[in-house]
């Protein structure tokens, strides 16, 4: 909430005391609070959401990087099952050191892979809560200016459907809590 817009909802308030609009400018004040709460929540699971992004994409690399690996080894152990080699025994051993190394990068290649998959998981979650702050924000901001009409018109219609709109609001920001 930008500086100006404070001290526009300070004035209201002080109209508000004027005769049965103080309910109006309490419910106004809390509003705004609500708006700032909302506000930061979305923002933080924005950044999560980018976090997990950037370390999904960590992990994926890790796990390209390993599969290249991988495939070079068997590559190269293809190789020396088709040349023709002067010490058989040292082109052995090698092969064997090459088939070891595939195990265990076949094992790192799930792990990682499975790893990848689970934060790529806890993106799209954190990017789903984002939405939801983001809704709730917007509905919690129409509701507020709703609400101000009521001070400006003294119709308390507005108040109602204020009300209304800031209630949609914070059943979206409380949705969050059930979205897994």
């Given at each position: 909430?930008?500086?100006?817009?404070?001290?526009?909802?300070?004035?209201?308030?002080?109209?508000?005391?004027?005769?049965?609009?103080?309910?109006?400018?309490?419910?106004?004040?809390?509003?705004?609070?609500?708006?700032?709460?909302?506000?930061?929540?979305?923002?933080?699971?924005?950044?999560?959401?980018?976090?997990?992004?950037?370390?999904?994409?960590?992990?994926?690399?890790?796990?390209?990087?390993?599969?290249?690996?991988?495939?070079?080894?068997?590559?190269?152990?293809d190789v020396l099952s088709v040349i023709t080699v002067?010490?058989?025994?040292?082109?052995?051993?090698?092969?064997?050191?090459?088939?070891?190394?595939?195990?265990?990068?076949?094992?790192?290649?799930a792990e990682e892979m499975k790893e990848a998959k689970?934060?790529?998981?806890?993106?799209?979650?954190?990017?789903?809560?984002?939405?939801?702050?983001?809704?709730?924000?917007?509905?919690?901001?129409?509701?507020?200016?709703?609400?101000?009409?009521?001070?400006?018109?003294?119709?308390?219609?507005?108040?109602?459907?204020?009300?209304?709109?800031?209630?949609?609001?914070?059943v979206s920001a409380a949705a969050v809590l059930f979205?897994?």
């Open positions: 909430m930008e500086a100006n817009e404070s001290q526009e909802l300070q004035e209201h308030a002080e109209h508000g005391s004027e005769s049965g609009m103080r309910p109006v400018a309490f419910t106004m004040a809390l509003l705004a609070v609500l708006v700032a709460v909302v506000t930061v929540l979305g923002h933080r699971s924005q950044t999560e959401a980018v976090l997990q992004q950037a370390k999904a994409s960590d992990t994926w690399n890790e796990y390209q990087a390993k599969k290249i690996r991988a495939d070079n080894k068997a590559t190269a152990t002067t010490d058989a025994a040292r082109a052995s051993k090698i092969a064997k050191g090459y088939a070891d190394h595939q195990e265990k990068w076949a094992e790192d290649l689970g934060l790529e998981a806890e993106v799209r979650l954190a990017e789903r809560h984002a939405d939801f702050f983001d809704l709730a924000e917007a509905l919690l901001e129409i509701g507020l200016v709703i609400t101000s009409v009521t001070l400006l018109t003294r119709s308390k219609i507005y108040w109602y459907i204020g009300i209304a709109f800031s209630l949609a609001g914070i979205i897994k």
